[in-house]
C-alpha cells in the first residue's frame, strides 16, 4: 500500500528558507492524483499550503503563494516543498498528502485520503 | 473564501451518541470530510462525500449534510475515539480546501 514520509531539517533560522521532502513509497508518484502539503501550527488547524501534478502543474495557497515552490521528482518518486523568508509563524507540523475525489471538468470534489506522519519544523535563531 | 464552522469542544460519555457539526453558507450543495487527528499523529479520514466511510472505519461514524449544516455522528462512543476532528470541503471558487477549526471530541 502506499505510503508517504516527510523528510527534512526540523530548525530553520529566521528569514531563511525551509525544505521538506516527501517520499513516496508503494505506488508511483505519476499516478493520477494530485500531492499535497498541509501544515498545523503547535496546537492550531490545519492549513492547506499547496499541491503538485507529476506532470509538474501546482496549485498554492493565496496566503502563501509568494513564498511556496513545490516541485516533483518522478525519478525520485518524490515530491518537495520549499517556504522562502520563513518567521516564527511558520513553525508547524508539516504534513504530506495524497488528494483524491472526482474531477467533474470545470470543478472538482476534492479529499486527503492519505496523509504521511508529519514533521515538525521549528523557525528559531 | 468560504468559511466552515465547528464548535471548539464536545463532551461525551461512554455508549453514547456524539454529533460534531460544521456549518457554512449553503454547505449541504457542497461534499464534506471529516478527519480524525489523535494527539501527536496525522489526520485520518474518517468520512467522505458527506456519509461514505473509507475500508477500516467502524459503522459507528457516520455523516449527513444538509442545509447550513454538516453532521458528523459517532454512536457507541469510545475511549479510543476521543480526538479532534476536522471538517473540510473544496472551495471550488478558489480551487482549494477549506478546513474547519477542528472541534475536541472529550469521551467523559
Known amino acids: 500500500q502506499v505510503q508517504l514520509q516527510e523528510s527534512g531539517p526540523g530548525l530553520v533560522k529566521p528569514s531563511g528558507t525551509l525544505s521538506l521532502t516527501c517520499a513516496v513509497s508503494?505506488?508511483?508518484?505519476?499516478?493520477?492524483?494530485?500531492w499535497s502539503w498541509v501544515r498545523q501550527p503547535p496546537g492550531k488547524g490545519l492549513e492547506w499550503i499547496g499541491e503538485?501534478?507529476?506532470?509538474?502543474?501546482?496549485n498554492y495557497n493565496p496566503s502563501l503563494k509568494s513564498r511556496v515552490t513545490i516541485s516533483v521528482d518522478k525519478s525520485k518518486n518524490q515530491f518537495s516543498l520549499k517556504l522562502s523568508s520563513v518567521t516564527a509563524a511558520d513553525t508547524a507540523v508539516y504534513y504530506c498528502?495524497?488528494?483524491?475525489?472526482?474531477?467533474?471538468?470545470?470543478?472538482?470534489?476534492?479529499?486527503?485520503?492519505?496523509w504521511g506522519r508529519g514533521t515538525l519544523v521549528t523557525v528559531s535563531s | 473564501s468560504y468559511v466552515l464552522t465547528q464548535p471548539p469542544s464536545v463532551s461525551v460519555a461512554p455508549g453514547k451518541t456524539a454529533r460534531i457539526t460544521c456549518g457554512g453558507n449553503?454547505?449541504?450543495?457542497?461534499?464534506v470530510h471529516w478527519y480524525q487527528q489523535k494527539p501527536g499523529q496525522a489526520p485520518v479520514l474518517v468520512i467522505y462525500?458527506?456519509?461514505d466511510r473509507p475500508s477500516g472505519i467502524p459503522e459507528r461514524f457516520s455523516g449527513s449534510n444538509s442545509g447550513n449544516t454538516a453532521t458528523l455522528t459517532i454512536s457507541r462512543v469510545e475511549a479510543g475515539d476521543e480526538a479532534d476532528y476536522y471538517c473540510?470541503?473544496?472551495?471550488?471558487?478558489?480551487?482549494?480546501?477549506?478546513f474547519g477549526g477542528g472541534t475536541k471530541l472529550t469521551v467523559l
Open positions: 508503494g505506488g508511483s508518484i505519476s499516478s493520477s492524483n494530485w
Open positions: 449553503n454547505i449541504g450543495s457542497k461534499s
Open positions: 473540510q470541503v473544496w472551495d471550488s471558487s478558489s480551487d482549494h480546501p477549506m
Open positions: 462525500y458527506d456519509s
Open positions: 503538485i501534478y507529476h506532470s509538474g502543474s501546482t
Open positions: 498528502a495524497r488528494k483524491t475525489g472526482t474531477d467533474y471538468g470545470d470543478y472538482g470534489d476534492w479529499y486527503f485520503d492519505l
